[in-house]
C-alpha cells in the first residue's frame, strides 16, 4: 500500500486500513507522520500566540514560545512511546493479546485527522469566529480519538467495549490514586 493509500484508507476505510498496518508495523513512516502532525500543530499554535492577543505573551520572550512548543512534541512522543507499551501491557494482563508494535503504529497513524484542528482554528481565529475554531479542532480532536479506538481494537483483535477498558483503565487507575492522596494528605493534616 502506497502512502497515499494508506492516508486515505485511513481517513475513509480505518478498520481494515488499521488492521493492515498494526500487521506490517511500519515504524519509520508511522513515528514521521506523528511527528509531521506534532511539528504543523507546533507552527499554527506558534501563529495563534502571536495573533492572540494576551499578558503572557509580553511576559514571556518570543523565542522562548517555540522551545516551549517543541518540548511539548517531544514530550508528546515520549507519552506516545510510553503508552502505547503500556496499552498493550494492560491488554496482555487483562486479556491475554500483546502488540506494542502495533499500538505505537496505528496511535501515530491515527493522529492524521489532527493536522486540520490548527488550521482551522487558526482559520477561524483570523475570521474572528474563535469559538467555531475551538468546535471544528474539538470535532478533529475526537475523529482522532475515534480512530485510535478503532485502532487499537484491530491491533489488538478484541471487542470496542474491551478497548475502551483498556484505554480508560490508565486514566482510572490515575484518578483513584490521585484521589486516595488527596484523601490521605487532608487526614495526616487535620492531626
Known amino acids: ?9 485511513v481517513l475513509f476505510e480505518p478498520a481494515a486500513t488499521l488492521r493492515s498496518l498494526a500487521d506490517h508495523k511500519p515504524y519509520g513512516t508511522a513515528l514521521l507522520v506523528f511527528i509531521g502532525v506534532l511539528l504543523w500543530s507546533v507552527v499554527f499554535e506558534q501563529a495563534l500566540n502571536v495573533y492572540g492577543d494576551s499578558q503572557i505573551q509580553e511576559m514571556i520572550p518570543a523565542n522562548l514560545y517555540w522551545l516551549f512548543s517543541l518540548f511539548g512534541a517531544i514530550l508528546s512522543l515520549l507519552v506516545l512511546l510510553v503508552g502505547s507499551g ?3 501491557l494492560i491488554s496482555e494482563l487483562i486479556y491475554g493479546k500483546f502488540n506494542a508494535g502495533g499500538i505505537l503504529v496505528v496511535l501515530c497513524y491515527s493522529s492524521i485527522p489532527g493536522i486540520l484542528g490548527p488550521p482551522l482554528h487558526y482559520a477561524s481565529t483570523l475570521a474572528g469566529l474563535q469559538w467555531l475554531g475551538a468546535i471544528l479542532a474539538g470535532l478533529c480532536m475526537l475523529w482522532v480519538l475515534v480512530l485510535q479506538v478503532i485502532g487499537v481494537r484491530e491491533s489488538l483483535q478484541v471487542t470496542t467495549g474491551q ?3 483498556i484505554m480508560l483503565l490508565p486514566l482510572l487507575v490515575s484518578v483513584l490514586l490521585i484521589v486516595g492522596m488527596a484523601i490521605l494528605a487532608t487526614m495526616t493534616l487535620t492531626i
Open 1 to 9: 500500500m502506497s502512502f497515499t493509500e494508506t492516508i486515505y484508507g
Open 86 to 88: 503500556l496499552l498493550s
Open 163 to 165: 478497548t475502551i477498558l
